[in-house]
């Protein structure tokens, strides 16, 4: 069975500072997607940034970008030049290629201190 | 932005009793997903539907839950008999296509349910 590990329950960071969410993934599979999705309070879950095991190379997105280790199971969010409007819950998601349903973690809380 | 619309936010049920929680998906989407977050727990893949038929389902959706697009608009989960153990926050998403062909599923803000 696969699963998702966020290790940080809650993690603070000051404006305009980096921060890095961390994420560890067990699976058996060759052929799968990592994903982080925000969920600002009282507000739908967005995904902010996906990557597919295939690629070796790092997805970004603007401030946004992962550390992906393949052979460690690894999957970070670093956020830089954090913005309050970056406070919220974020999960780390798996998938494996060719279904449908998303295998998340348990989240990590983000403060964004002004 | 068009948006997965959920109803209601919060509802409360007796235990036994018979629960349909509402979505409305985005309108030109075609697939759609329940996912449940028992609180303090991880969020967890329900089903996935299309063409008014169930895709792919994970253990939890046992003969306990059934989903149905009643219209061309929603798309509801139907919880029979109700435990306590079915409180949770309730997630329906939306998709253009197959999340399993890589496309970005949508999701909405969320219904809670609590039973009592």
């Known amino acids: 069975a696969q699963t998702v590990t966020q290790s940080q329950p809650e993690m603070s960071v000051q404006e305009a500072e980096t921060v890095t969410l961390s994420c560890t993934y067990d699976?058996?599979?060759?052929?799968?997607?990592l994903f982080w999705y925000k969920q600002p309070p009282s507000r739908q879950m967005i995904l902010v940034i996906r990557?597919?095991?295939?690629?070796?190379q790092n997805a970004t997105e603007n401030r946004f970008s992962v550390n992906f280790q393949k052979a460690a199971k690894s999957f970070s969010l670093k956020i830089s030049d954090s913005q309050l409007g970056d406070a919220a819950m974020y999960f780390c998601?798996?998938?494996?290629?060719?279904?449908?349903?998303?295998?998340f973690g348990k989240g990590t809380h983000l403060i964004i201190q002004p | 932005e068009p948006e997965v619309t959920q109803t209601p936010s919060h509802q409360v049920t007796q235990m036994g009793q018979e629960v349909i929680l509402r979505c409305v998906p985005i309108s030109n989407h075609l697939y759609f997903y329940w996912y449940r977050q028992i609180l303090g727990q991880k969020v967890e893949f329900l089903v996935s539907?299309?063409?008014?038929?169930?895709?792919?389902k994970s253990e939890i959706f046992d003969d306990q839950f059934s989903v149905e697009r009643p219209d061309g608009s929603n798309f509801t989960l139907k919880i029979r008999s109700t435990k306590l153990e079915d409180s949770a926050m309730y997630f329906c998403a939306s998709s253009e296509l197959r999340t399993a062909m890589n496309t970005e599923a949508f999701f909405g803000q969320g219904t809670r349910l609590t039973v009592v």
């Open positions: 539907f299309y063409n008014n038929e169930i895709s792919e």
């Open positions: 699976t058996s599979e060759s052929d799968y997607y």
């Open positions: 990557q597919e095991a295939y690629k070796q």
């Open positions: 998601a798996y998938r494996v290629g060719g279904a449908d349903g998303l295998t």
